[in-house]
């Protein structure tokens, strides 16, 4: 109403109505936020009496307990047991793999009958990806107790894959890679692993942001996958980005200038441990105070993964900056910025005399969609920044199996929303459950 009153009003407030467009915004934003601290003051046991009052707001503290905790230590502390397999790839990566065997209240029940879901990870990110919720509310615990023999994977160069049968981690070969190895090599070995495990031929695919960009380009690499795949549900799907409107749309064009840089200095790796470790110290500690989650922290996310402050919850902002971002290598983002460039699911480009020598062609070759023939389970948030709904429409266009095609149903939700999102339960969780029956 505020709004509307203003555009039919003849006279500006300031004699400038660009100004006063300004103004207005920052009104409307302050009161959007001070709502939200009271709503989330006063829903504390610690009520605040005045949102203005600097000591009441700065003692405000969230206290996580499974801020600090590894993968295994947070399953553990659920109730549910855990193990951790090492897996080595085809070009000598050492990963390891944690699982789920079963669920809470089955211990030693059947673990071979289970049938097996794979759950891959995303950008930065560990397999702790799958736990920044409530423990109500996360899908690995929902699978495990739904009957499910659960395996999280995670790719090379991350916290808890930084080994090689020949390299150390401080060569600088070892960080050689991109998404495309991972791709290739990571999940083809540790869907392997899973399957001879549980003495299976056939698994659930579960992939969020780059971990479904994992899992097209094995297929097209190495179809003959597709047979161990009853079916893959992509989670915020990553092939066609161009059409991205978060923060990293604006450092992409400057891939061929920033990465060359950054290789070197950083041999490789972004971003290297004592810096990460600076980073999520710095990053939880700050985020744990209430005001700063809610003024800056979740800013901070919504830049990248797009405004959705009804599913932000304070409480679980401190989990997500002490376990995010896990390391990766400088290659990773580069590729990953070559296709928000191009607008093209394709290999590295070395650049032409390099790809002339690796590809034998002066562009890099196109991963071919039509190689996967596993059913495929496509979800997308209406407001994800990094996943343009065009863009999911762009790659469903080019599947010739899509068993289901379907925007999650609330309209502001984000890519973080995943495993962030207050109701992530209701609106991704029980559908995923329900589809796999089907499977």
Not at 333 to 359: C, K, M, P, R, W
Request: proline share 6%; aromatic share 12%; charged share 15%.
């Amino acid at each position: 109403m505020m709004l509307a009153a203003f555009e039919a009003s003849s006279k500006p407030w300031t004699g400038n109505k660009g100004i006063d467009w300004l103004v207005l915004c920052l009104i409307l934003s302050a009161s959007v936020v001070e709502a939200q601290l009271l709503s989330e003051f006063l829903s504390s046991s610690r009520s605040i009496n005045n949102i203005f009052d600097a000591k009441q707001v700065v003692s405000r503290k969230i206290n996580n307990p499974a801020t600090y905790l590894t993968t295994p230590e947070v399953i553990e502390s659920y109730g549910y047991k855990v193990e951790s397999h090492k897996v080595v790839t085809a070009d000598g990566y050492v990963l390891t793999m944690h699982r789920i065997p079963h669920g809470k209240n089955e211990i030693g029940k059947g673990v071979r009958e289970r049938p097996v879901v794979y759950l891959q990870h995303g950008l930065f990110a560990s397999s702790f990806e799958w736990f920044m919720n409530t423990p109500d509310k996360l899908l690995a615990l929902r699978l495990a107790d739904s009957g499910y023999d659960v395996w999280l994977g995670n790719a090379r160069g991350n916290a808890y894959s930084r080994e090689h049968v020949m390299m150390n981690v401080n060569n600088r070969g070892f960080w050689e890679y991109s998404m495309h190895e991972m791709g290739k090599y990571d999940v083809p070995a540790e869907i392997d692993h899973a399957l001879k495990t549980a003495n299976q031929t056939k698994l659930h695919y579960i992939g969020f942001s780059m971990g479904t960009s994992m899992f097209w380009i094995m297929c097209s690499t190495r179809p003959e996958y597709n047979e161990k795949i009853k079916l893959m549900t992509a989670l915020a799907p990553v092939v066609f980005i161009n059409n991205m409107a978060g923060f990293p749309r604006l450092i992409a064009p400057l891939e061929s200038i920033v990465f060359p840089l950054l290789e070197p200095i950083l041999h490789g790796e972004f971003l290297p441990p004592w810096l990460l470790t600076i980073y999520n110290a710095i990053g939880s500690f700050f985020c744990s105070n209430t005001f700063i989650a809610e003024t800056l922290c979740t800013n901070i996310n919504f830049l990248y993964a797009g405004w959705d402050l009804p599913q932000s919850q304070v409480n679980q902002i401190p989990l997500f900056y002490s376990h995010t971002p896990s390391p990766t290598s400088t290659r990773t983002l580069s590729h990953i910025a070559q296709l928000i460039n191009t607008g093209v699911f394709q290999e590295y480009d070395f650049g032409i005399s390099q790809n002339l020598l690796v590809y034998g062609q002066a562009t890099p070759p196109r991963y071919l969609l039509q190689r996967t023939t596993a059913p495929v389970a496509l979800f997308y948030g209406p407001n994800d920044a990094v996943v343009n709904p065009d863009d999911v429409q762009r790659l469903a266009a080019q599947l010739p199996n899509v068993a289901l095609n379907t925007p999650v149903n609330f309209s502001l939700w984000n890519h973080f929303d995943y495993h962030l999102g207050k109701d992530a339960n209701v609106l991704v969780n029980d559908r995923v459950l329900e589809l796999l029956e089907k499977f």
